[in-house]
């Protein structure tokens, strides 16, 4: 197995610099050249900025401003860092041992770094608060959802733990809330196929074999809500919230389905009320049965009026 290159700079707020590899083709005079070209949006200034603050190295330290490009060669350096807003929630430990970090994330907090989501992340914010540089997630949640998320401590368990989601041995139940229609006969088991292109927000229900399945049940009924446990066989995007709007009860807040919306990035209020609310799976370490439930409720059913005034928590 071949060693991972360990990066010459240290983590910056609990992220590893970014490595960007030299083609043995290129033919630029200077390295700088090179990242002129490959980063088109960095200027140029701000290159050379970096270039004279030392903040972009090889394996031999910080290169200058006119070192010679170097074919098949390797830099590392920090991305300047978006300006984010602060996610007013917190992100609640569930369960911590030597190997496992079981976390209740909040609505709007992206689960890894990822375009204008930096260090408003779970993942990051869990690295810096817990000291815990090595973290990494198990799996992933919609920045909207919240729920549980299980996060790996130990690097050498990372693999174990990541490939029970890959192979879809772990049990996970979601719960949401919708509109209460009465003529639905629940439970039914859900079947479609979901396709998703990189560059469009949504995913869509199109014809053909099924890839994503769910079993949609109704656990209770109020004022018109229904209180909904989704338990997904499949992990396509934004499979719950599709199926249940593909049943005429799109989810409390879903601002993809059935209408797009574009709310702002600071706008907490009225989240999409849908809540990764368990997992249990068989350890692939210890052969123990783990179940890790959620310490959150959904606000629309505890104080709809609340929820329904934008009024967060």
């Known amino acids: ?134 973290l990494v997630p198990a799996h992933r949640l919609d920045r909207t959802t919240a729920g549980l998320v299980l996060f790996v401590i130990n690097p050498a368990r990372r693999g174990a733990y990541q490939m029970l989601f890959h192979k879809r041995r772990v049990h996970k139940e979601y719960e949401a809330i919708a509109r209460y229609d009465p003529d639905l006969t629940l439970p039914r088991t859900v079947r479609s196929r979901i396709i998703k292109e990189r560059t469009v927000l949504r995913a869509f229900e199109v014809e053909g074999e099924p890839n994503a399945e769910t079993l949609v049940e109704l656990i209770d009924t109020r004022d018109g809500l229904g209180r909904y446990r989704l338990r997904p066989h499949t992990g396509r995007t934004h499979q719950l919230r599709l199926h249940m709007n593909g049943l005429g009860v799109p989810i409390l807040g879903d601002d993809f389905y059935p209408d797009l919306t574009d709310r702002p990035v600071d706008d907490f209020t009225r989240p999409l009320q849908l809540l990764a609310a368990r997992l249990a799976f068989t350890d692939p370490i210890s052969g123990a049965e783990r179940v890790f439930e959620t310490t959150r409720t959904l606000q629309a059913w505890t104080d709809y009026e609340g929820w329904l005034a934008g009024r967060t928590r």
């Open 1 to 134: 197995m071949r060693r991972r290159q360990q990066p010459p700079l240290p983590k910056r707020h609990g992220l590893d610099p970014a490595r960007l590899r030299l083609p043995e083709d290129g033919t630029w005079a200077t390295i700088r050249d090179h990242l002129v070209h490959r980063l088109p949006r960095v200027p140029a200034a701000r290159i050379d900025e970096m270039l004279a603050a030392g903040a972009i190295v090889d394996l031999d330290g910080p290169i200058a401003p006119d070192a010679p490009y170097v074919p098949g060669g390797a830099v590392w350096f920090h991305r300047d860092l978006p300006v984010e807003t602060p996610v007013p929630f917190e992100v609640t430990v569930v369960h911590r041992d030597d190997d496992l970090l079981v976390v209740d994330k909040p609505h709007f907090l992206s689960t890894i770094p990822r375009g204008q989501h930096i260090l408003e992340t779970a993942l990051v914010r869990l690295r810096r608060e817990l000291e815990l540089p090595d």
